[in-house]
């Protein structure tokens, strides 16, 4: 018998946040490791969710397909609020063929419809293996043409800023994920007064700290007793380069100069933890800008968002 | 004083090779071409490069100019020109702190170095040697000690720091008693 999660909201919003997505699936976790043969995420119709919310759901329905789950995504309802929005940004189309829809409502997965609301919304395949030089530019551009008012030196520091993140995160996944399935970065544009974009950069790799941890025996014999959070701790203030000397670790330290700059959210997803930076600019060190939770469903890869106000 | 033999423009390098100014094998072939041109022109001893139109990551920052500026370090300066993007200058800041080599800029006119809180800029007590080198160019450790109020060893001593963290660059002169005098300049 499948196990079962459901997608649903305890707000009367219905809205569903990243950090209650990963509540959904700690709860779920053992019967997920006990029944290794199928599952079914049932969406409730009334359920709404940010992208970042959404791309864990491409992200873990995708891996556990690729694992071996029969997984099952059924939308309930007539009226499902999710189904339309998520076909509308693609994400239906970054499913793993395995993956199986399920419907209250007839739909075709390829047609085409039009995302209607106050936001835009675009999600993109990385390749774990074809590096893509000219994906960081598009995206910054994308978003960064989706924003109505904003004075031009300012739109260009965050094309800048959107396109110096979209560098260093999806480099890292073709240079460091070591895995054939597809990553994705996505961008989310809210206009309006409170204006702000998150992105989105995940893979379904070793994660960023295996990726590293071979390093340790040969020339960063120093990490070797760190524990992950001050493993994550030592490469955003400082970086860590896999490489011997100094010939990398900059891409994770920027990442984090730039979300100080703005006064960003930063978040990082890695095996069964999950490390929230909020208002990084407001806090005087990284530690008390800093909530972990753990014991999560354990997830393969690395998921990297950030939630960036335009006006800081 | 900056004169068009000893400046290069970055974004001519960016259209000539169709770069996109993403990662280090990008930055370590830009480091390549530049270090070319600054070795034919053993005439000059700062090299100014005007950043204005280009937009880089860190991997690329590194290789093509905070390692250019070490690789050069004590001998050549290199200077940057049109860093008006906070952003961009972010960019620059995690190569700095990881190889541990100051890079000067000019952003609408005013000169500063690319830094964090006391990163990438001279120490507290070397600050006030900087600054005096700055403002009044080719400097002598005895004129730095009777301005400054310093003894000679003590300021040639701050001045070789700053000299040998790349702060300062230095030329030989022959001081009145027939010894080795070391004159010192800024990167601007």
Redesign the interface.
């Known amino acids: 018998m499948a196990a079962t999660i459901q997608f649903k909201s305890k707000k009367p919003s219905g809205w569903i946040s990243g950090y209650d997505f990963e509540q959904i699936l700690k709860e779920a976790k053992l019967k997920l490791y006990k029944n290794k043969k199928a599952l079914t995420i049932v969406i409730q119709s009334r359920a709404n969710a940010p992208l970042n919310t959404l791309i864990r759901l491409l992200n873990v329905a995708n891996q556990l397909d690729g694992e071996g789950f029969k997984v099952t995504l059924n939308f309930a309802g007539k009226t499902n609020n999710l189904l339309g929005y998520c076909h509308a940004i693609g994400l239906l189309e970054c499913l793993s063929e395995g993956v199986i829809l399920k419907s209250d409502k007839p739909f075709d997965k390829n047609a085409k419809i039009k995302a209607t609301g106050n936001s835009y919304v675009s999600i993109h395949k990385i390749s774990g293996s074809v590096?893509d030089?000219?994906l960081?530019?598009k995206l910054a551009d994308k978003i960064t043409g989706a924003i109505p008012s904003i004075s031009e030196e300012n739109r260009?520091?965050?094309?800048?800023?959107f396109?110096?993140l979209f560098?260093?995160l999806t480099?890292n996944v073709c240079e460091h994920s070591k895995t054939e399935l597809n990553g994705f970065a996505a961008l989310q544009v809210y206009r309006g007064a409170n204006g702000r974009a998150e992105i989105v950069v995940c893979d379904s790799g070793i994660g960023l700290l295996e990726s590293l941890k071979p390093s340790f025996k040969a020339h960063n014999k120093k990490y070797e007793s760190y524990s992950d959070l001050q493993l994550i701790r030592e490469m955003l203030t400082?970086?860590i380069?896999s490489k011997k000397g100094?010939?990398?670790?900059?891409?994770l330290?920027?990442c984090f100069?730039?979300a100080k700059?703005t006064n960003s959210d930063m978040h990082i997803r890695l095996n069964d933890a999950y490390y929230h930076l909020f208002k990084v600019a407001e806090h005087h060190n990284l530690e008390s800008a800093l909530k972990v939770s753990s014991d999560l469903l354990r997830l393969a890869g690395t998921l990297i968002s950030f939630v960036v106000p335009f006006n800081k | 004083m900056k004169q068009n033999d000893n400046l290069i423009n970055l974004l001519d390098y960016f259209q000539e090779n169709s770069l996109?100014g993403?990662?280090?094998d990008e930055g370590k072939f830009i480091f390549d071409k530049l270090a070319f041109f600054i070795d034919q022109k053993p005439q000059y001893n700062i090299f100014y490069i005007s950043i204005k139109g280009t937009?880089f990551?860190?991997?690329f920052a590194?290789e093509a100019i905070v390692r250019l500026a070490k690789h050069y370090r004590k001998n050549k300066g290199i200077c940057l020109l049109d860093a008006d993007?906070?952003?961009?200058r972010?960019?620059l800041?995690?190569?700095v702190?990881?190889?541990d080599q100051p890079v000067p800029y000019y952003s609408k006119g005013s000169f500063d170095h690319i830094k964090?809180d006391k990163i990438g800029i001279p120490s507290k007590t070397n600050l006030p040697l900087f600054n005096f080198v700055f403002e009044n160019g080719i400097t002598s450790a005895s004129e730095v000690a009777e301005h400054l109020d310093f003894k000679v060893n003590n300021a040639s001593t701050k001045l070789k720091s700053l000299y040998e963290e790349g702060f300062l660059l230095r030329t030989e002169d022959k001081s009145e008693s027939g010894g080795v005098e070391y004159k010192y300049y800024a990167i601007k």
Request: glycine content about 10%.
């Open positions: 590096h030089k000219s960081p530019q260009d520091n965050l094309n800048i800023q396109f110096s560098s260093e480099r400082h970086g380069s100094d010939l990398g670790g900059n891409g330290c920027t100069l730039h700059a | 996109t993403i990662g280090d937009v990551d860190a991997s590194r993007k906070e952003m961009l972010l960019n800041l995690a190569p702190l990881s190889l964090i």
